[in-house]
């Protein structure tokens, strides 16, 4: 499996943008680096359920929630062994906690679907 960490996430108004990171790495000697991982984030308000956000192929496919299509770009960096999410135009619903995630071969909406999660990183909107 690969570890995730996320950064990035913090207090910004309305209209303002926030660029979330997720670092990968792998058990020493697995060979398990990014490039084999397709990857996503989700996020998750209080009382709410984990959504998905967006994810990202393991040949830079995208695909987005509605919620975020036109404002969210999600980006991977294989030599860097990161995933980021830029966020502009951010509304008071994104505030939330955001999760990076990885599983094999296919992007899934389905938060069951993946297996290895970050901690998370809150993101507040002040309106």
């Known amino acids: 499996q690969v570890q995730l960490v996320e950064s990035g996430g913090g207090l910004v108004q309305a209209g303002g943008s926030l660029r979330l990171a997720c670092a990968a790495s792998g058990r020493a000697g697995s060979g398990r680096t990014l490039s084999s991982y397709v990857m996503a984030w989700f996020r998750q308000a209080p009382g709410k359920e984990r959504d998905f956000v967006a994810g990202i192929s393991l040949s830079g496919g995208t695909r987005y929630a509605d919620s975020v299509k036109g404002r969210f770009t999600i980006s991977r960096d294989n030599p860097k062994n990161t995933v980021y999410l830029q966020m502009n135009s951010l509304k008071p619903d994104d505030a939330a906690v955001y999760y990076c995630?990885?599983?094999?071969?296919?992007?899934?909406?389905?938060?069951?679907?993946?297996?290895?999660w970050g901690q998370g990183t809150q993101v507040a909107v002040s309106s």
């Open positions: 995630a990885a599983r094999p071969f296919v992007v899934s909406e389905g938060r069951e679907e993946y297996d290895c």
